[in-house]
């Protein structure tokens, strides 16, 4: 939860020390303000890590602010005050009925006055539809949830989108492994109804389907696709019955339109979005591959004509570019980049558009210490009392909300008009983003087993596999794998090491280790560590489950559990696609006692991040204590600690284990 007091002084401080960024605007004497209002970090309570996707609506005078998080399989949603003040007021999670798993694109609409929030589950090859309530407080409940069959494209269900016509709601998702675009009817109570399929073909773009979005251009609705695999874009006429039409397709491949120098900005094409600019609507393509965006005039016929296009470079950073959208803000209409990119480069471009389509550099905003949009992954707008606000969602860290005003005057007027569902997140190369396994799942990986003598003798280390580390590793390598082909298997590897019991300090009232390098343990060799591995296309982590040091660890004694990440090649090969930062984890273990009757006495497992005890598990005997086993799997060595138990035991089990062992 929130320290509110803190939050909000936080808050004014920034506002005081805000990023202003003043840059001429082409469409009036007033200039553009960026000014950052607040930033939030992923924590044990909320579902924003692994950002990926960013929208707002406005449900009982209320705006909301809906950010789906691919590594916590949820939602998170935060109202946000007139000053861009986010509030945390709702997470939504995963169960064996939603659609969540890898959770990628979130979109709304308003149905008959309901607000409905739509979410893609990219693991979970499906969708989920909630309705929003604010009646004196924030509420969601299930309306439905659908997940792919061998009729539907919701295989990798990567990005929604909405539009109404003719008075009825029509929900576009994009299936990226299915490579195609399913649609559905909802009705006034939510529920969806199949009423077209798409898959690619030798004339569309669909393969790798990565984002969708609308437009209404003279009466007709359009849907724009993006499809990475074939770098390009497909556009779809729409009927009133939901029914889709191509139109029109382009890939990297076509010349640049009349008088252009760059070429096409298409390959990689990862995000859509539109916007109307003096009765024209033009569209514009990120490329994360080409790092770069192109723009093009959108006809009565759907047709495309390129108009612009621009790339990276040292002055204008585009390299990554992953998520695009708009917003008009005293008659200018600006085009906002999101930057997925490295640590250098990782933020976001800002971009005028003139009334003929072309892009006009303003200005980039790099992530830093405060920001938390590092591995930015979307970008989304709204309006709160007549002011503009840009929310930047960041992979690896949480979001941020920046205010967008004019100077010298307030602001002025100023109209945003969103420019339809953001696109959403899908990691360049070679900068990966980083995996699953976090010091949160190294902390809930390990349980302490007494020895045979009590909870003074010598522990053990036992690992876990938890369901829930097993479901988003696997879902992580099958992602990675779809975009990346190379990429077999997300591996972990386990070293111990010994950082001795008298190393220890007083800090906060805490005992806390001084994390210094220690010699490993002798039970396991760095060269040659304990490892887990999950292949692309499995069911789970392969390889038997293990202990650390089976009763080599001493009592009142800190320890290392130290891990390395990586992904690897069908032969082994290391690649190096992710960043240091993903690399290592790690986390201090003691087991302290404390006294008691006999042989047990008593005990707590203590957990550091090397700063100060971040939890304590109470240790049982030895015979409350299950060895961590996996389903269908035995522990090497598993006879010998059965007969060190059994002259422990009653008479009544000893026959018992004889007959186990015979």
Same mark, same amino acid.
């Given at each position: 939860?929130?320290?509110?007091?803190?939050?909000?002084?936080?808050?004014?401080?920034?506002?005081?020390?805000?990023?202003?960024?003043?840059?001429?605007?082409?469409?009036?004497?007033?200039?553009?303000?960026?000014?950052?209002?607040?930033?939030?970090?992923?924590?044990?309570?909320?579902?924003?890590?692994?950002?990926?996707?960013?929208?707002?609506?406005?449900?009982?005078?209320?705006?909301?602010?809906?950010?789906?998080?691919?590594?916590?399989?949820?939602?998170?949603?935060?109202?946000?005050?007139?000053?861009?003040?986010?509030?945390?007021?709702?997470?939504?999670?995963?169960?064996?009925?939603?659609?969540?798993?890898?959770?990628?694109?979130?979109?709304?609409?308003?149905?008959?006055?309901?607000?409905?929030?739509?979410?893609?589950?990219?693991?979970?090859?499906?969708?989920?539809?909630?309705?929003?309530?604010?009646?004196?407080?924030?509420?969601?409940?299930?309306?439905?949830?659908?997940?792919?069959?061998?009729?539907?494209?919701?295989?990798?269900?990567?990005?929604?989108?909405?539009?109404? /016509?003719?008075?009825?709601? $029509? %929900? !576009?998702? @994009?299936?990226? #492994?299915?490579? +195609? &675009? *399913? =649609?559905?009817?909802?009705?006034?109570?939510?529920?969806?109804?199949?009423?077209?399929?798409?898959?690619?073909?030798?004339?569309?773009?669909?393969?790798?389907?990565?984002?969708?979005?609308?437009?209404? /251009?003279?009466?007709?609705? $359009? %849907? !724009?696709? @993006?499809?990475? #695999?074939?770098? +390009? &874009? *497909? =556009?779809?006429?729409?009927?009133?019955?939901?029914?889709?039409?191509?139109?029109?397709?382009?890939?990297?491949?076509?010349?640049?339109?009349?008088?252009?120098?760059?070429?096409?900005?298409?390959?990689?094409?990862?995000?859509?979005?539109?916007?109307?600019?003096?009765?024209?609507?033009?569209?514009? &393509?990120?490329?994360?591959?080409?790092?770069?965006?192109?723009?093009?005039?959108?006809?009565?016929?759907?047709?495309?004509?390129?108009?612009?296009?621009?790339?990276?470079?040292?002055?204008?950073?585009?390299?990554?570019?992953?998520?695009?959208?708009?917003?008009?803000?005293?008659?200018?209409?600006?085009?906002? &980049?999101?930057?997925?990119?490295?640590?250098?480069?990782?933020?976001?471009?800002?971009?005028?558009?003139?009334?003929?389509?072309?892009?006009?550099?303003?200005?980039?905003?790099?992530?830093?210490?405060?920001?938390?949009?590092?591995?930015?992954?979307?970008?989304?707008?709204?309006?709160?009392?007549?002011?503009?606000?840009?929310?930047?969602?960041?992979?690896?860290?949480?979001?941020?909300?920046?205010?967008?005003?004019?100077?010298?005057?307030?602001?002025?007027?100023?109209?945003?008009?969103?420019?339809?569902?953001?696109?959403?997140?899908?990691?360049?190369?070679?900068?990966?983003?980083?995996?699953?396994?976090?010091?949160?799942?190294?902390?809930?990986?390990?349980?302490?087993?007494?020895?045979?003598?009590?909870?003074?003798?010598?522990?053990?280390?036992?690992?876990?596999?938890?369901?829930?580390?097993?479901?988003?590793?696997?879902?992580?390598?099958?992602?990675?794998?779809?975009?990346?082909?190379?990429?077999?298997?997300?591996?972990?590897?386990?070293?111990?090491?010994?950082?001795?019991?008298?190393?220890?300090?007083?800090?906060?009232?805490?005992?806390?280790?001084?994390?210094?390098?220690?010699?490993?343990?002798?039970?396991?060799?760095?060269?040659?560590?304990?490892?887990?591995?999950?292949?692309?296309?499995?069911?789970?982590?392969?390889?038997?489950?293990?202990?650390?040091?089976?009763?080599?660890?001493?009592?009142?004694?800190?320890?290392?559990?130290?891990?390395?990440?990586?992904?690897?090649?069908?032969?082994?090969?290391?690649?190096?696609?992710?960043?240091?930062?993903?690399?290592?984890?790690?986390?201090?273990?003691?087991?302290?006692?404390?006294?008691?009757?006999?042989?047990?006495?008593?005990?707590?497992?203590?957990?550091?991040?090397?700063?100060?005890?971040?939890?304590?598990?109470?240790?049982?005997?030895?015979?409350?204590?299950?060895?961590?086993?996996?389903?269908?799997?035995?522990?090497?060595?598993?006879?010998?600690?059965?007969?060190?138990?059994?002259?422990?035991?009653?008479?009544?089990?000893?026959?018992?284990?004889?007959?186990?062992?015979?």
């Amino acid at each position: 939860m929130f320290n509110l007091a803190k939050h909000h002084i936080i808050a004014v401080f920034m506002a005081l020390l805000a990023l202003v960024i003043i840059v001429p605007d082409t469409a009036s004497a007033q200039s553009l303000v960026l000014n950052n209002t607040d930033n939030v970090a992923d924590n044990s309570t909320l579902m924003i890590m692994g950002a990926s996707s960013a929208t707002t609506a406005v449900v009982g005078g209320t705006t909301y602010l809906f950010v789906s998080g691919m590594n916590d399989d949820g939602v998170s949603v935060f109202s946000v005050d007139a000053g861009g003040q986010l509030l945390n007021v709702g997470n939504i999670t995963d169960n064996s009925a939603r659609m969540l798993a890898f959770a990628k694109s979130v979109t709304t609409a308003i149905i008959n006055g309901t607000t409905y929030l739509f979410v893609a589950g990219f693991s979970d090859d499906g969708v989920s539809v909630f309705r929003v309530v604010n009646s004196g407080s924030f509420n969601v409940t299930t309306q439905a949830n659908v997940t792919d069959n061998s009729i539907l494209q919701l295989d990798g269900a990567n990005s929604v989108a909405t539009a109404n /016509i003719s008075g009825t709601t $029509y %929900l !576009f998702v @994009a299936g990226t #492994n299915d490579h +195609g &675009v *399913s =649609v559905f009817s909802v009705n006034a109570a939510g529920m969806l109804q199949n009423v077209f399929n798409v898959t690619d073909n030798s004339q569309f773009n669909l393969s790798g389907a990565s984002s969708v979005t609308t437009a209404n /251009i003279s009466g007709t609705t $359009y %849907l !724009f696709v @993006a499809g990475t #695999n074939d770098s +390009g &874009v *497909s =556009v779809f006429s729409v009927n009133a019955a939901g029914q889709l039409q191509n139109v029109d397709n382009i890939n990297n491949n076509a010349p640049p339109g009349a008088g252009l120098t760059v070429p096409l900005q298409l390959k990689g094409a990862v995000s859509v979005t539109t916007a109307n600019i003096g009765g024209t609507t033009y569209l514009f &393509v990120a490329g994360w591959v080409d790092d770069g965006v192109s723009v093009f005039s959108v006809n009565a016929n759907g047709i495309l004509q390129n108009v612009d296009n621009i790339t990276h470079t040292a002055t204008v950073k585009l390299d990554g570019a992953d998520s695009v959208t708009t917003a008009v803000i005293n008659g200018t209409t600006y085009l906002f &980049v999101a930057i997925f990119d490295n640590i250098v480069d990782s933020g976001f471009s800002v971009f005028s558009v003139n009334s003929n389509g072309k892009l006009q550099y303003v200005t980039n905003v790099t992530d830093d210490p405060t920001l938390k949009f590092m591995g930015a992954s979307s970008v989304a707008t709204t309006n709160i009392g007549g002011t503009p606000y840009l929310f930047v969602t960041g992979y690896d860290e949480g979001v941020s909300v920046f205010s967008l005003k004019p100077s010298g005057g307030g602001t002025g007027g100023a109209v945003l008009l969103p420019g339809g569902p953001v696109g959403v997140f899908q990691p360049p190369l070679p900068n990966l983003c980083c995996t699953p396994w976090t010091e949160r799942k190294l902390e809930t990986s390990f349980v302490s087993v007494p020895g045979p003598n009590g909870l003074n003798d010598n522990f053990s280390l036992g690992y876990n596999d938890l369901a829930t580390t097993n479901t988003q590793m696997q879902a992580y390598i099958n992602y990675v794998n779809a975009v990346y082909p190379q990429a077999y298997s997300v591996r972990v590897s386990f070293i111990l090491k010994d950082f001795g019991a008298a190393s220890t300090v007083t800090t906060g009232g805490n005992v806390v280790p001084v994390a210094t390098s220690g010699p490993p343990v002798s039970a396991l060799n760095p060269s040659n560590p304990v490892e887990r591995e999950w292949i692309v296309g499995g069911t789970g982590p392969v390889g038997p489950a293990f202990w650390m040091a089976p009763h080599q660890l001493q009592v009142n004694h800190w320890y290392q559990i130290q891990t390395t990440v990586s992904l690897r090649t069908n032969t082994g090969v290391k690649l190096g696609l992710l960043e240091a930062e993903c690399l290592t984890q790690s986390r201090i273990y003691r087991v302290s006692t404390f006294g008691g009757r006999g042989i047990n006495g008593g005990a707590i497992l203590e957990i550091s991040d090397g700063k100060s005890i971040i939890k304590t598990v109470p240790v049982r005997p030895r015979a409350q204590n299950t060895v961590p086993v996996e389903t269908n799997r035995k522990l090497k060595g598993q006879k010998k600690i059965k007969n060190k138990v059994k002259n422990k035991l009653k008479n009544k089990f000893k026959k018992k284990f004889k007959k186990q062992k015979n």
